[in-house]
């Protein structure tokens, strides 16, 4: 793990020598409050995911696109579509769940593992450089899941 992060912060040096980069080696943990069984869930994928009915993540702004796309809690893997450059997709076209692990999930609800699936989950962009808008939607993305009675979000980063 810790050479694939060497490796990425100089490939990003080359390529973007004024990014500001912060390695964090803490995570704050926040326990949770109620059994896993009892929560709801919701993903949220930095794969650059969007159903194919939505606008794609705009691939030219040089910073990367901060946006985000709702992804309904009934998708299916031929719904969506990748606008994402700086990834291989092979195993996401593949197997969707290597980035989205919306069939793990479903299973884990029905074998009780967690209660429930958000009706509604959510993919951003990776490969940001300018995260001054990213922090602000992100912000106002765990409002609307706060509202929508999300307990836990799985994070999955590409």
Known sequence: MFNSLKITLALTKRHRADFEYTVFRETHVTPLSKPLNKCRAALITTGGLHLMTDEPFDLNIRDGDSSY????????????????KWYNHKFINADLNCVFPIDRMREYV????????????????????????????????????????VDIVFLTPT
Do not use: W
């Not at 796309?69 to 606008?83: S, Y």
């Open 69 to 84: 796309r709702m992804i309904p809690g009934d998708v299916q893997a031929g719904d969506l579509n990748i606008a994402h």
């Open 110 to 149: 029905g074998n009780n593992t967690i209660g429930s699936l958000s009706d509604e989950h959510y993919s951003f962009m990776g490969h940001i450089f300018k995260t001054d808008r990213l922090l602000k939607n992100s912000a106002k993305l765990g409002g609307i899941l706060k509202e929508s009675g």
